[in-house]
């Protein structure tokens, strides 16, 4: 098991200290995380990793998952991409089922804790329960909220002014509300299977399996066949940029089966690749962490041409790998990228060909973006600083309305 010792070689002995002083003032303190599934994406990924670290500075932690059916979970589903913006609401019914599910979870558990933290819309209604209890209740949104559909948002709204607190991951992201709000970004674990350092050999023997050949500096995008991280774009950006230096493009996604616009947006990007024997395109199964991470180290300039985006964790990823990222400047990547600081901001097709050119060309620019990149990371987006953020969080919540407290 990870230790919190195990971060400080990589984050240094004062951010150790300060996690150390926070925890002191809130030793004992008995926090309950709740979402709605145990393993699969990146909420559960982080408090896998973040409870029992909680746990060693001496909050007493615990997490729990909601239950709920197959129907609870199309309707959270509809939920997810309502508050996306998806035009179409939800009837009556779906409603009907979504606040049955509160209830029943409402009677099967505890909420034994000084804090009850829920995160995302599906757990939202168990509010109910802080009336009777008096403790403290913090809404964690990790999804972007600037733009959903009205109806849905009220609903939920309703639940979310019933806390004491709400969080979201970047102002951006975030709603009018009458609750306090605070910003938290992401994370990602450095110790993780996606992040930790890798020997060259590990590396190699991936390379190999996955025929990855390596003899010409290699452009890489990881991203879902999706639309909205416009792959058939970056097609287009680096064959024009390799007409003057040679490379070769690599895009990596997952398995679209259970997505039939990520099956057609695969199409259309093998298409746009044609037959050019320098444009692979690569499907992996979502539990490639390791093959993931590999591909991000071997290769020599990381695209992510986004046309909207959340907070974009892979350019944290690769930017972690000390990799020169070129961005589309949407969502949250302008928060981890200083245009020609920690890497390059682009807004078309002609400006990420543009900038890919001059990083091939420019081999020790690139490598100096990334290395930026790489600090910025170390100092805002590695899981010490969530937690330290988090700890400033339940902190706040025992100081209702100052903007300072000596510990
Ligand atoms: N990812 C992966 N396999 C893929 C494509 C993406 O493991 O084939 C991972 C990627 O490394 C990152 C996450 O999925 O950790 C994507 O997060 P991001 O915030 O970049 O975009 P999202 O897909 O959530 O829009």
Request: with cysteine.
């Amino acid at each position: 098991m990870v230790k919190l010792s195990d971060y400080e070689p990589i984050v240094g002995p004062q951010v150790m200290e300060e996690l150390k002083l926070l925890s002191k003032n809130l030793a004992g303190k008995k926090v309950i995380h709740v979402n709605s599934t145990s393993v699969g994406g990146g909420v559960a990924e982080i408090l896998d990793r973040m409870v029992p670290l909680m746990n060693e500075l001496g909050l007493e932690t615990r997490w729990e998952v909601i239950k709920g059916g197959e129907a609870f979970y199309a309707v959270t589903k509809k939920i997810h991409n309502a508050l996306h913006g998806a035009p179409q609401g939800l009837e009556e019914s779906e409603y009907e089922i979504f606040l049955d599910v509160q209830e029943e979870n409402l009677k099967a558990m505890r909420f034994d804790g000084d804090v009850i933290f829920i995160h995302d819309p599906q757990p939202v209604g168990l509010v109910k329960a802080r009336k009777s209890l008096g403790n403290r209740w913090i809404w964690r949104c990790h999804v972007d909220v600037s733009s959903p559909h009205p109806g849905v948002w009220n609903f939920l709204k309703a639940y979310v002014e019933q806390y004491d607190k709400s969080v979201f991951s970047a102002p951006l992201f975030s709603q009018k509300l009458s609750i306090p709000q605070a910003l938290i970004c992401p994370s990602i674990d450095p110790l993780s299977e996606k992040n930790r350092e890798m020997s060259g050999e590990e590396i190699d023997g991936i390379m190999s399996r996955l025929k990855i050949p390596l003899d010409k500096p290699l452009v890489t995008q990881v991203s879902r066949f999706d639309r909205l991280k416009d792959p058939v774009g970056v097609i287009r950006a680096f064959k024009q940029a390799r007409k003057y230096r040679e490379a070769r493009l690599l895009l990596v996604g997952g398995t679209a089966d259970d997505d039939p616009e990520g099956a057609q947006v695969l199409l259309e990007t093998r298409q746009a690749a044609g037959n050019d024997p320098d444009v692979l395109i690569l499907s992996l199964p979502p539990t490639s962490h390791l093959e993931i991470n590999a591909i991000q180290r071997v290769s020599t300039v990381i695209l992510q041409k986004s046309l909207k985006e959340g907070f974009g964790l892979t350019i944290t990823e690769a930017l972690w790998k000390g990799k020169p990222v070129i961005a589309g400047a949407v969502g949250g990547i302008p928060l981890q990228i200083a245009h020609k600081y920690s890497g390059i901001l682009t807004h078309s097709v002609e400006g990420t060909a543009y900038w890919l050119k001059q990083l091939l060309q420019d081999p020790s620019y690139a490598t100096k973006l990334g290395e930026n990149g790489r600090e910025h990371v170390r100092q805002n987006f590695l899981l010490t600083r969530h937690i330290r953020d988090y700890l400033l969080l339940f902190l706040s919540l025992d100081y209702p309305g100052q903007s300072a407290v000596a510990l």
